[in-house]
């Protein structure tokens, strides 16, 4: 079982970056991760996945090009780089972990994958 904590959100101006990090209480070298984040009124969406190496990663559509995820296993933390922010991005941002690996893309950016989750750090841009 893991534990994760998420923090880095705050609140900056359309352009603006932030950097999130996703502590967890235990080893993830081998769990699968990913940031979620849910805007008001709106489902939770998959945001960015990394398999256990930090190699493999997917990312949802919204994001290519200005979001980076990567992990540091020996710090077991998982970091999402957000560049180029824009108030659309403004959510809720969690960290997701499973000990398994998807067997989709579809999957790995399901909410539905995913057993621990963290309590959500707020990102807010302003235009």
């Known amino acids: 079982q893991v534990q994760l904590v998420e923090s880095g959100g705050g609140s900056v101006q359309a352009g603006g970056s932030l950097r999130l990090s996703c502590a967890a209480s235990?080893?993830?070298?081998?769990?699968?991760m990913g940031w979620f984040r849910q805007a008001p009124g709106k489902e939770r969406e998959g945001v960015a996945t990394c398999a256990d190496g930090g190699r493999l990663t997917l990312y949802a559509d919204s994001v290519k090009g200005r979001f980076t995820i990567s992990r540091d296993n020996t710090k077991n933390t998982l970091y999402l780089q957000m560049n180029s922010l824009q108030p659309e991005d403004t959510a809720v941002f969690y960290c997701g972990a499973r000990g398994a690996y998807p067997s989709s893309a579809r999957w790995a950016l399901s909410d539905s994958f995913y057993t621990y989750w963290g309590q959500g750090t707020q990102v807010t841009v302003s235009a």
């Open positions: 235990g080893y993830i070298s081998t769990y699968y």
